[in-house]
């Protein structure tokens, strides 16, 4: 069984067919549990609704670095009272995309928020799942300070270097591998898999995007995490089986309240 650890079903391009998906097409499919990860507000709110709703769908919730212009006290103090409830296993996805923020200003109004909601990641002694594009640096000074104070926690969709991928391993985090690993020019994610024990990695889809090879450019579903499992035996030389079990604990390890 695979633990797929961060997905949107929230999106309306799984309006035709969610209700299946998540009632029992996953589950026939061998995907055991699902976190459905909020970035925007709605989205958090719509990731408990699901966690509710269906057993095996866990959510987390926090805003994206993308969508910071839609925090404020009342969204962080919602965040503070929903992270006690039980089907909620994180705070993200949370962090830095400089990609398209060039705007210096807007770069810090970013790191604040990261910093705010690692705050109260730090404060509740719950994981966080970070997004980080574009800013390895300040992420990872960010990540270091939290972690000394123990937060711990998923970089997702990981795209930084396999020497950056062993300082997060050194301290305990985990990495975020997609289907971008099955992708031609994905030279450096095969080379931090290839480098990183596979006791730090956990499967993710980023559903509805990312959808690995033979499906890139379709929309994705957990389902299509088969594909990722294969790919990362072919790289380690071991089974699927072996994939599938060790970054299923994995991901009960730092999604403790999944384990119930
Ligand atoms: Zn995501």
């Known amino acids: 069984m695979i633990f797929e650890t961060h997905a ?22 061998n995907i055991g549990k699902i976190v459905n990860v909020g ?34 006290d009342d969204v962080m103090e919602w965040l503070a009272v929903n992270s006690s409830h039980p089907k909620v296993v994180a705070i993200g996805e949370i962090g830095l995309d400089y990609y398209w923020v060039k705007d210096e200003k807007q770069r810090e109004k970013q790191r604040f928020w990261f910093e705010k909601q690692m705050d109260l990641a730090k404060n509740l002694k719950i ?5 980080s594009r574009d800013a390895a640096e300040d992420t990872l ?15 997702h969709c990981y795209s930084y270097s396999k020497e950056i991928a ?38 993710e889809t980023d559903c509805p995007y990312m959808a690995p090879v033979p499906h890139r450019g379709e929309r994705n579903s957990s389902m299509y995490l088969s594909y990722v499992a294969e790919k990362i035996a072919e790289i380690k030389g071991i089974t699927v089986q072996e994939v599938e079990k060790v970054t299923y604990q994995n991901a009960l390890n730092i999604y403790k309240k999944a384990n119930k």
Not at 141 to 155: D, P
């Open 166 to 203: 062993m300082e997060y391993v050194k301290m305990g985090w985990y990495i975020g591998v997609g289907g971008v690993v099955t992708f031609k020019n994905a030279k450096k994610l095969v080379e931090t898999v290839e480098s990183i024990p596979l006791t730090s990695i956990v499967l």
């Open 127 to 131: 994981p966080v799942i970070i997004h």
């Open 8 to 29: 949107h079903y929230d999106d309306e391009k799984f309006d035709p067919d969610r209700v299946e998906l998540l009632s029992h097409l996953l589950r026939e499919n």
């Open 141 to 155: 000074y960010t990540i270091k300070k939290y972690n000394n104070v123990h937060v711990k926690g998923i970089v």
């Open 39 to 72: 970035a925007t507000f709605n989205g958090c709110k719509e990731s408990i609704a699901l966690a509710e709703k269906y057993d095996d769908v866990y959510a987390a919730i926090g805003i994206h670095p993308e969508e910071i212009d839609e925090i404020n």
